[in-house]
C-alpha cells in the first residue's frame, strides 16, 4: 500500500558489470571529492575574522554618556529591577558641587556591576533604563572568561570611552 | 671521501627524508581531509598548521604510557617497535635517483642495491603484518586480537595479487632488481603506458597492504573500537600510526618507481646533454631526476588520501570477494596476455585485456533492460 506519493521506487535487479567493477564510481566520486578540495572554503576563522551579526545583536553592555562626556545613568535601579537574571547590581550616590560635567543627573551610580556569568543578554535593562543609559552593543561580544574575577564588569569597563563612541546603526 | 661515509650519508638522508615525509603526512592528511570536506583544515599551530605534527608528537609522548595488567609486557612493546622497524627497512632498496660522481667514482643514490629488490620489498612488507599481529594478539583484548586477524587475513590474500600484477613487469623487464625496472623506463617510456591493468591492481593491492580506507579494515572503529591498536596508548600508539604514514610513503615510491618510471622523466637526455658531462653537470642531472621521482612519489601520497576521503570502508566479505575472485583472476589474465605480447614482441598488448574488459561492461551495461537501469526513481506522482 502507497501511503505518501514521495516513496522512491529502488532497482534491486542484478548489478552490471560496470556497477560490480566498482572503478566507474569510484572514479565519479573522486571527481567529486576534488572538486570540493578547489572549492572555496565557508569556513570564518573567529578570532581573526569576524562576522557581522546584524543591528540587533546583543553584545557587551555599554553604559552611555551624552553629548557633552557626562554619564547617564541615574542609579533609578530600573535595569536591575527588569533583569530576569538578578545580573546587575549598583550603589548610588549624590552628585556633589563640581560634577555637574561628569554626571547629568544630581544622582549617579557610584558602583554599576554586571556579572556577566549571570546575564543571560535578553536586553530587558536596555528597554527599561529611562534615561538611555545602558545598550547591548552590536559589535562586540562579551570574551571568554579564564578567571572569576573577570566575570563582574564594573564601572571600568562598561562606561562608554568619549575617544570612540559606540553608535548603533539609524543614530545619528 | 670514502665511499662508506657517502653511503652512510645517502642511508641517513633517505631514512630522514621518509620521517619527514611520513611526518607532513599526517599535517597533509588533516588538510586534505578538510579541504575534500569545505573546511580548512588545522591552521593554529604556525603558519597554515605546519607546526601540528611537531604538536602531535608532544602531546603523544606527554601521554600516559599504559600497558594492560593482563597483557604481554614483551610482546606488547615489541608490536609497534616491529611495525616502524618493517615500515623504515623497506625504502632501503628503492632508488630515489641515479648516480652521483664524487672524485671520479659513480655512487648510486639508494640504501643498498640488490638484485632482487622487488622481492626484498615484499618480504618485508609481509614481515609488516607481524607488528600488527603482535600488537594485537599481546593486548590480550578480543577487539584487538580480531583487528589483528583481519589484518593477517587482508595482507595474505592482497599480497598474492600484488605480486602477480608485478610479474608482468617483471616479466617485461626480466630482472627482480629496482633499479634496473627503473632504467628499462628511461625517458618517458614508463611502465603504466604498457601495464595499465597491472597498474590498477598494484594500486588497490598497496591500499591493502598499508591497510588504508577503503581496506581499513583491521582499525575498523565502528565494529572493532581501534581495532589491533584499541589498548596502545602514548608513544606506541603514535608509532602505529606513524608507521601507516612510512608504508604509505614507501609504497608511493614503489609504485612510482615500477610504473611511473622512478627518477626518469621525458626529455632526460636533453637535459643532461645542456647540463655536460662532466661530474657537476651530471651531478645536477641526477638531483632533477631525484625531485622528479619525489614529486611523483607526493602525488601518490596524495593519491591515498584522496582515495581515503572519498570512499568508505568495504565490508569484509566484500573485500575477500574482490581480492580472490576479482584481482587475482584479472592479475592473471595480466600475466598472460602480457606474455602472448612479449613472444611476439608487442609491449603494448596488454592494453588488449583493458580493451577487451572495458568492451564486456560496456555491452552488459548496454543490455540491461533500460527501465530497471536507474538506481533511484521516483514513484509516478498522482
Ligand atoms: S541583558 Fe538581560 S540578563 Fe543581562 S543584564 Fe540586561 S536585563 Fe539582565
Ligand atoms: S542604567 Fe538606566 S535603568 Fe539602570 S540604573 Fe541607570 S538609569 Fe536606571
Same mark, same amino acid.
Given at each position: ?25 569510484i ?32 553584545g557587551?553592555?555599554i ?19 527588569? !533583569? ?15 560634577e ?21 543578554? !535578553?536586553?530587558? !535593562? ?19 572568561f579564564m578567571?572569576?574575577?573577570e ?22 | 671521501m ?29 588538510k ?14 604556525? *603558519? ?8 602531535? @608528537? ?24 616491529? @611495525?616502524m ?8 632498496v ?18 643498498i ?47 598474492? @595479487? ?49 591497510n ?8 575498523c ?21 606513524? @608507521?601507516?604514514y612510512?608504508?604509505?610513503?614507501v609504497s ?18 636533453k ?20 625531485f622528479?621521482?619525489?614529486?611523483k ?9 584522496w582515495?581515503? *576521503? ?7 566479505d ?5 581480492? *580472490? ?22 609491449? *603494448? ?23 530497471a ?10
Open positions: 500500500m502507497q501511503l505518501t506519493n514521495r516513496a522512491k521506487k529502488i532497482d534491486k535487479s542484478e548489478m552490471t558489470l560496470a556497477e560490480r567493477m566498482y572503478l566507474p564510481a572514479a565519479g566520486g573522486m571527481a567529486i571529492t576534488l572538486k570540493h578540495f578547489f572549492k572555496k572554503k565557508p569556513t570564518i576563522n573567529y578570532p581573526e575574522q569576524k562576522r557581522y551579526l546584524g543591528p540587533v545583536f546583543r557587551q553592555h553604559l552611555k554618556k551624552d553629548e557633552a562626556g557626562r554619564e547617564r545613568c541615574t542609579a533609578c535601579g530600573l535595569c536591575a529591577v527588569a !533583569c530576569p537574571a538578578e545580573a546587575i547590581s549598583m550603589v548610588a550616590a549624590e552628585r556633589k558641587a563640581g555637574e560635567n561628569l554626571y547629568r543627573e544630581e544622582k549617579y551610580a557610584a558602583v554599576y556591576e554586571i556579572n556577566m556569568l549571570r546575564c543571560i543578554f !535578553c536586553g530587558f !535593562c536596555e528597554e527599561a533604563c529611562p534615561k538611555q543609559a545602558i545598550y547591548l552593543r552590536h559589535d562586540q561580544f562579551v570574551p571568554v578567571s572569576r574575577d566575570v563582574i564588569y564594573g564601572k571600568d569597563r562598561l562606561v562608554e570611552d568619549m575617544s570612540s563612541r559606540y553608535l548603533r546603526e539609524g543614530w545619528k | 670514502d665511499i662508506f661515509w657517502i653511503k652512510a650519508i645517502i642511508i641517513l638522508v633517505i631514512f630522514g627524508l621518509s620521517l619527514f615525509v611520513a611526518m607532513y603526512s599526517t599535517w597533509a592528511e588533516r586534505v581531509a578538510g579541504y575534500m570536506q569545505d573546511r580548512p583544515g588545522p591552521n593554529r599551530a604556525g *603558519w597554515g598548521g605546519l607546526l601540528q605534527p611537531l604538536a602531535d @608528537a608532544g602531546k603523544m609522548f606527554f601521554k600516559e604510557d599504559f600497558i594492560p595488567a593482563q597483557a604481554n609486557k614483551w610482546l606488547f612493546i615489541a608490536g609497534p617497535c616491529l @611495525a622497524l618493517t615500515a623504515l627497512l623497506s625504502s632501503a628503492i632508488p630515489f635517483g641515479d648516480t652521483l660522481r664524487i672524485d671520479g667514482q659513480e655512487i648510486q643514490v639508494q640504501g642495491e640488490v638484485n632482487i629488490g622487488i622481492l626484498w620489498v615484499f618480504g618485508i612488507v609481509s614481515l609488516g603484518v607481524y607488528g600488527v599481529m603482535v600488537g594485537g594478539w599481546a593486548s590480550n583484548n578480543k577487539f584487538s586480537l580480531l583487528g589483528a586477524i583481519r589484518a593477517a587475513s587482508q595482507n595474505i590474500s592482497y599480497e598474492l @595479487a600484488l605480486g602477480l600484477s608485478l610479474i608482468a613487469v617483471i616479466m617485461m623487464t626480466g630482472s627482480l632488481s629496482v633499479r634496473d625496472i627503473v632504467n628499462t623506463q628511461h625517458g618517458g617510456g614508463w611502465n603504466i603506458l604498457f601495464q595499465p591493468l597491472g597498474f590498477v591492481i598494484f594500486l588497490t593491492c598497496a591500499f591493502a597492504e598499508c588504508r580506507t577503503p581496506f581499513d579494515l583491521p582499525e572503529e565502528a565494529e572493532l573500537i581501534g581495532g589491533y591498536h584499541t589498548e596502545y596508548s602514548s608513544m606506541k600508539l603514535g608509532f602505529y600510526l606513524f @608507521a601507516e612510512v608504508n604509505m610513503f608511493s615510491c614503489v609504485v612510482s618507481a615500477l610504473y611511473f618510471g622512478g627518477f626518469n622523466y621525458p626529455f632526460m637526455d637535459v643532461a646533454e645542456a647540463l655536460g658531462n662532466d661530474a657537476t653537470g651530471h651531478n645536477i642531472a641526477t638531483a632533477i631526476g631525484f622528479a621521482f619525489i614529486a612519489a607526493l602525488f601518490f601520497v596524495f593519491f591515498f588520501m582515495v581515503r *576521503w572519498t570512499l568508505p570502508r568495504f565490508r569484509y566484500q573485500l575477500m570477494n574482490l581480492g *580472490w575472485k576479482s584481482l587475482i583472476p584479472l592479475s592473471i589474465l595480466n600475466i598472460i596476455v602480457t606474455g602472448i605480447g612479449l613472444m611476439f614482441n608487442l609491449r *603494448w598488448f596488454s592494453w588488449v585485456a583493458v580493451v577487451i574488459i572495458v568492451a564486456v561492461v560496456a555491452v552488459q551495461a548496454a543490455m540491461k533492460p533500460k527501465a537501469r536507474g538506481i533511484l526513481e521516483a514513484a509516478p506522482v498522482r
